[in-house]
Each structure stands twice: as C-alpha cells, then as structure tokens.
DNA sequence: TAAATAAAAGACTTTTAAGTCTTTTATTTA
DNA sequence: TAAATAAAAGACTTAAAAGTCTTTTATTTA
C-alpha cells in the first residue's frame, strides 16, 4: 500500500501529462495519455471526469478534443488532486487508525507522525501541477513503469 | 486511506497493548485486547495469528492463556510489524505509483518524496514495541477512539 | 482424565477499490 | 446537415481488503 491510492496515482501521473501537453500547444485524448502513464484507458476516463468536475483539468469533446489545462489551473498546487481524489485524511489523520489526531489524547506515534504529515502536506501544498513541464518535456522526469 | 492498512494499524496498536500487560506481569485475551483497542475481535485474531508466526508476540492457549511478549521481542522495531502486516512497500515504493523508485529515471516528486520516506522509516525503526509502556500504563496515550 | 478455557486454522461473507463495457451527448469538419 | 470523433454517464464485473463464523487443537485445573 502507498501512501496515495492506486486511483490518486494515476490522477497525478496524468495531470502532469496533461499539463506538459498543454505546455507544448496540444489537448490530448485518453489514449494518448493512458499508454504515456501506464494505466488502463477506461478507468483513467473515469478518473478524467471527476477531475473535470473538480476543475482541475478542462476537456473538450469531437474531432481535435481532449484534456488539456487552462492557465488558472496550472498554477494550482498538487493537494487540490490528491484531496479530490482520497479525501483529506493524508493530511489529518492519525498513524494508527484513531477516529481523531490530537495533542491533548494523542496516540503513541503521535510527535514523529505529525512531522511526517506535515512534511507530505508541505510537498503536496507547494508542488503546482505545471512545475514539471520542462523537465517533463527534456525527458529528465518519468511518469511511466 | 491512512499510510497504513487497516489491519496494520490494528496489529501496532495490539502489539502496544500486550507490550504494556506484559510489562505489568499479565497474559492478554484476544476479548481484552479488542475492547481495549477498538478493534473487531475476530479480525484481531487472524492477525495476532500473523504476529504469533512472523514471532512478533507470543501465545499460549489454554486456561491462563493468552498472547504476551517475551524479552528478546520488547525491543524489536515497529517497522517488523510493519513489514510482516503490510510488506515493504511503503519503504521503498514510488510516491506515484511508478513500478520501481530510482535516481535514474525518478518521477517529479523524487526528490522530495525520497525524505518523506526516510522520516516513515526512521520512525518505524527507531520506535521500539515496549518504548511507550511506562507512558501507556500512565494513561498519557491513547490506544483507542 | 474430564471439563473448561483460549488460541489456531480455515472456510466463508461483506465491503470497498479497481477496472470494464455500452450508450449518450457534444463538437468538428467534409 | 451527415459522418466522424471524442468525452460523459452510468451500469456492470473483478479483485482485494476487511470482517465473521465454525471447528480443531493445545493447555490447565478440578
Ligand atoms: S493521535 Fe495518532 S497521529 Fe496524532
Ligand atoms: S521515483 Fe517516484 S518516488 Fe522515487
């Protein structure tokens, strides 16, 4: 088990595809961004939509259609995706399954857990879904295998 | 979805459990344990049958019986129950879900994953299974709710 | 040694996550 | 405006995780 779930993974991994495809002046259909990130095309279609809801990808239909970013996504940071898709629990929640993280009452992972969260929370908040499009472009960065 | 399972955030919160009775001279009931972690009773038996063959905690049936833990396991590391519930995965695996983590061929959040990482392991290996008994006997740290 | 106790073993069910398939709707272009 | 294209929607299946139940085995104590 990952930290994120199998769905969130591929939510990311296509997000930043898009993004660099949006970089480079292309939307882009399903399949393309499927065989690019490794995943089954049905499910990413599934994933696609729900994050065309949350706004954090924009899509067209027909000819010359498909995923692409707009400029007031591009900036958005990495944690609106990860909390579309599995909720807000990564950043709150307890190590050791209490129904409540808290100081007062804590479990015994608590102090170094917290630090762990928070150092997730920090990656997640500052990392902007367009921050790789270069790199991503370049080849320097994987997002497949 | 924490950055445990389930059933591993049951099995440290159990092995936290029997650590401190045992630390007070008692044998532990699978009934005792359940309520006092807040964990489903038949479901926390299949994994103490886990923990009792990987010889994390020790058992004997019986009258008097019970699980316990013997001197050699009090000091042994989270990350064995870790391990033994839930593999190694979250280690040593890819933030997105790449199907191995490497320098050569990282995904955008190596980098900064990688220390996420290492803070997890850190805290699983440096964290021993008796460590919090004097604490937990006290009643300064929560088990359940 | 019989009765009681408690874990081990394994088959089973339920729930959730992951993945697939078919039909509909929107858009473009010939 | 018809045909082609591509996403949206929703029903469906499969696999894995979580949880339950019943029977067996080991141990103690009366
Ligand atoms: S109470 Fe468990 S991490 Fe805060
Ligand atoms: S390659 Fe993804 S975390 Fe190392």
Do not use: W
């Amino acid at each position: 088990m990952g930290v994120f779930s199998k769905t969130c993974e591929y939510a990311i991994r296509a997000v930043f595809y898009i993004s660099q495809r949006t970089h480079e002046g292309y939307k882009t259909g399903i399949k393309e961004i499927a065989s690019n990130i490794d995943s089954p095309e049905p499910f990413l279609a599934k994933i696609l939509q729900k994050l065309a809801k949350a706004g954090i990808v924009q899509s067209v239909k027909g000819p010359n259609g498909g995923f692409y970013i707009d400029i007031a996504s591009f900036d958005r940071p990495l944690s609106d995706i990860v909390e579309a898709i599995d909720g807000a629990e990564i950043f709150t929640g307890c190590a050791m399954g209490l129904s409540f993280c808290s100081e007062v009452n804590p479990c015994p992972l608590h102090n170094d857990f917290k630090e762990v969260r928070n150092r997730i929370t920090e990656m997640l908040h500052r990392t902007s879904i367009s921050q790789f499009d270069e790199e991503l472009i370049r080849g320097q960065l994987s997002l497949n295998k």
